[in-house]
Nanobody
């Protein structure tokens, strides 16, 4: 099993910054992509940003230029630096890792427990 543990959420004023971290642990053969999603109550989970094993990134249009995703492959950790936060960025942020436990296992999507980010206006 692969576990994802998130940290760094909290309350911040509009215009402020927060940095989320997510560390993967357990029996890991390979991690393909890692990313961050967010979900508000009653809404679908949506992609915020992702990064593949080669360092290529993808961002939602709503966060481009404000958020930066990065990854430390040696530590199996992904980060999301969030700047110029807006009220509408308030959500629960979930870490995702597409990973394989052994070369015999298929790729699988693993999820963190969620980190609350609240931006006050």
């Amino acid at each position: 099993q692969v576990q994802l543990v998130e940290s760094g959420g909290g309350l911040v004023q509009a215009g402020g910054s927060l940095k989320l971290s997510c560390a993967a642990s357990g029996y890991i053969f390979r991690i393909n992509s890692m990313g961050w999603y967010r979900q508000a109550p009653g809404k679908q989970r949506e992609l915020v940003a992702s990064i593949n094993s080669g360092g290529n990134t993808n961002y939602a249009d709503s966060v481009k230029g404000r958020f930066t995703i990065s990854r430390d492959n040696a530590k199996n950790t992904v980060y999301l630096e969030m700047n110029s936060l807006k009220f509408e960025d308030t959500d629960v942020y979930y870490c995702n890792a597409n990973a394989r436990q052994t070369f015999l296992h298929p790729d699988y999507d693993y999820w963190g427990q969620g980190a609350q980010v609240t931006v006050s206006s």
